[in-house]
């Protein structure tokens, strides 16, 4: 019952670019003081770098000097500075996890490195707009985003971000379970940060794999040997976001895959002393949220709930909705597990709620389907009917979005045959129909398993309450 949430939901975000400053206080307090002496262009480099220092910080101030960068660069009437704010801007955005605002800001920017052929431009938008596109899990828009990418980005030989492309896109075939694609991946990119000497590069290549092994259950000791190395690396190099990064990615082996508790524990505790240390108030909150599943996993409910509530408060302090909206779900989780369904229910209207209002989907209709078993879990028919009708019509429209997507996948290949393909015996209308109705039997029998759980909830409860 008890899972990684926060783990899921930042991967992208947490390998996808391995030189974040390490922002601080100090730094904020430099930028801001440095401010009223710039001017046009320098102004607004200074406006970017200050937005950025606040990702981990403040989301209002994060989100209000990049939208004035962009202002400003807008006075400038300068295409590639206009193009560089809508960029960075979107950069904040993803890296607070709300995909669908920094897929706004990065089409934005490409339309506008691309009206000025800016090669470079280009290739770091569709990169982004592939990662966006992934955090959301639409993974056939990620796809044609990050091959365009890299083939662009191998056309004109940009190495470095050549390598940052094979991360990404890597991390998509592990959520696919292709593990062999992801693996040539890595090693594509480990491969690059060898021939240019960047142990960052490298490093980074390590954290792949051992999510990649992670991923694999039977391999947890060699995802361990991976995030070590990967470690050892981050330390000489003194980047402490990214050894903070690899502690908490170990902690989840520890956790998931070895139960080995105290293990986990530890390495935690190392990862948030370093999130402390260079104010990462954002990075706090995910510590935070994810010692307390650990707790929750064993057994300990009560100190879940207590850590799991901090990482609320810290999420609320920086403004961070889309993580607020997880940590809700988390909490229905610890007390579901619980079979305290009154209480669970609570916290997953909240995240239901918050994630209708801000409209995101990752948690809308999960928190949904727990809602209309927590209240099978309470006997309320009504709500149960209620909650079931929306998990339903969610369904159904993932089941029309299906057809769409594979009708005009069998136009394509119907065209492809056409205009020569000839002498197959493959008959793609039928595949795709026959596909289409296997996916609709999974869905319908999904549907029935999730009611007879719900019930069984409903009959565990009063059987026990006749005893």
């Known amino acids: 019952m008890i899972m990684k949430k926060g783990i899921l939901l930042f991967v992208f975000v947490l390998i996808s670019s391995l030189l974040y400053p390490q922002n601080n206080l100090s730094t904020i307090d430099k930028y801001l003081k440095e401010l009223p002496e710039k001017q046009g262009k320098e102004k607004v480099n200074q406006l970017i770098k200050l937005s950025a220092a606040y990702r981990t910080t403040s989301f209002f101030n994060c989100i209000s000097y990049g939208n004035k960068a962009i202002s400003e660069a807008k006075a400038t009437k300068d295409t590639i500075l206009i193009a560089n704010a809508l960029y960075a801007l979107g950069a904040n955005y993803l890296k607070l996890s709300d995909?669908?605002?920094?897929?706004n800001y990065f089409n934005d920017a490409l339309l506008n490195y691309q009206q000025i052929n800016d090669p470079k431009g280009i290739v770091k938008s569709l990169n982004k707009i592939g990662e966006s596109y992934a955090l959301l899990a639409e993974y056939n828009h990620a796809e044609t985003s990050l091959t365009k990418a890299l083939n662009n980005s191998k056309r004109i030989n940009y190495k470095?971000?050549?390598?940052?492309?094979?991360?990404?896109?890597?991390?998509?075939?592990?959520?696919?379970?292709?593990?062999?694609?992801?693996?040539?991946?890595?090693?594509?990119?480990?491969?690059?940060?060898?021939?240019?000497?960047?142990?960052?590069?490298?490093?980074?290549?390590?954290?792949?794999?051992?999510?990649?092994?992670?991923?694999?259950?039977?391999?947890?000791?060699?995802?361990?040997?991976?995030?070590?190395?990967?470690?050892?690396?981050f330390i000489k190099l003194g980047d402490k976001e990214q050894e903070s990064r690899v502690l908490n990615n170990m902690a989840a082996v520890y956790s998931d895959k070895l139960n080995e508790f105290k293990k986990a524990q530890n390495l935690y505790e190392q990862s948030l002393?370093?999130?402390?240390e260079i104010n990462d108030k954002k990075g706090i909150a995910l510590i935070q949220n994810n010692m307390g599943l650990l707790y929750a996993r064993s057994g300990n409910h009560a100190k879940a709930i207590e850590l799991v509530n901090k990482s609320l408060h810290s999420y609320k302090q920086i403004g961070d909705k889309v993580n607020v909206a997880m940590v809700y779900y988390n909490l229905g989780d610890i007390y579901l597990d619980q079979e305290k369904f009154t209480e669970a229910v609570q916290y997953y209207k909240e995240s239901y709620e918050l994630s209708k209002k801000i409209d995101v989907n990752q948690y809308l209709y999960e928190s949904c389907k727990r809602i209309f078993q927590c209240y099978a879990g309470l006997g309320n028919f009504d709500e149960f009917i209620h909650y079931f009708n929306i998990y339903e019509e969610h369904i159904d429209k993932t089941i029309t979005n299906l057809k769409k997507d594979q009708f005009a996948l069998t136009e394509k290949k119907f065209a492809k045959a056409e205009s020569g393909i000839a002498g197959s015996n493959n008959n793609p209308i039928s595949t795709q129909a026959s596909n289409l109705m296997n996916f609709k039997f999974v869905v319908?029998?999904?549907?029935?398993?999730l009611i007879m759980f719900s019930f069984l909830y409903l009959y565990h409860r009063e059987n026990k309450n006749k005893y």
């Open 444 to 449: 319908i029998v999904s549907i029935i398993l």
């Open 99 to 103: 995909a669908k605002n920094s897929l």
């Open 160 to 233: 470095e971000l050549t390598a940052r492309i094979l991360e990404n896109y890597g991390i998509i075939k592990i959520h696919q379970k292709q593990f062999k694609v992801a693996l040539n991946m890595f090693l594509q990119m480990r491969n690059i940060g060898e021939e240019i000497h960047s142990q960052s590069i490298i490093g980074g290549s390590y954290i792949g794999l051992g999510i990649l092994y992670d991923d694999d259950d039977a391999n947890p000791e060699k995802a361990l040997r991976y995030f070590e190395k990967a470690k050892k690396i």
């Open 273 to 276: 002393k370093i999130k402390q």
